[in-house]
């Protein structure tokens, strides 16, 4: 499968953007699909995962009440909508994507397909 993540760009503190993983060459709507994100200097970590099938969804405690993460099956494309962001959400965000079942998701080992990145910016 490939994944292509877009949506990126500028926003201000208290404001949104919605980013958008859309995939080819496989149906996505029953595999994991996870939002991880690096910024400068540091690690990739995890953000929000959804597991497929229209199973559970789990979130990192920082962006918990703030990022919602999506399907559209018809689009073939999952989607992180991210509210009230702040400066340290400044990062490049990552999909990932993965058919086999796992007990957790937040784990970058358990993704075995990833999209490029989309660059999130938010100033002060």
């Known amino acids: 499968v490939q994944l292509q993540a877009s949506g990126g760009g500028l926003a201000q503190a208290g404001g949104s953007l919605r980013l958008s993983c859309a995939a080819s060459?496989?149906?996505?709507?029953?595999?994991?699909v996870g939002w991880f994100r690096q910024a400068p200097g540091k690690e990739r970590e995890f953000v929000a995962a959804?597991?497929?099938?229209?199973?559970?969804?789990s979130f990192a405690d920082s962006v918990k009440g703030r990022f919602i993460i999506s399907r559209d099956n018809a689009k073939n494309t999952v989607y992180l909508q991210m509210n009230s962001l702040k400066p340290e959400d400044t990062a490049i965000y990552y999909c990932?994507?993965?058919?086999?079942?796992?007990?957790?998701?937040?784990?970058?080992?358990?993704?075995?397909?990833w999209g490029q990145g989309t660059l999130v910016t938010v100033s002060s």
């Open positions: 990932a994507a993965d058919p086999r079942p796992r007990i957790g998701l937040g784990l970058r080992r358990d993704y075995d397909y």
């Open positions: 060459g496989r149906t996505l709507s029953s595999y994991r």
């Open positions: 959804s597991r497929g099938s229209g199973g559970s969804t």
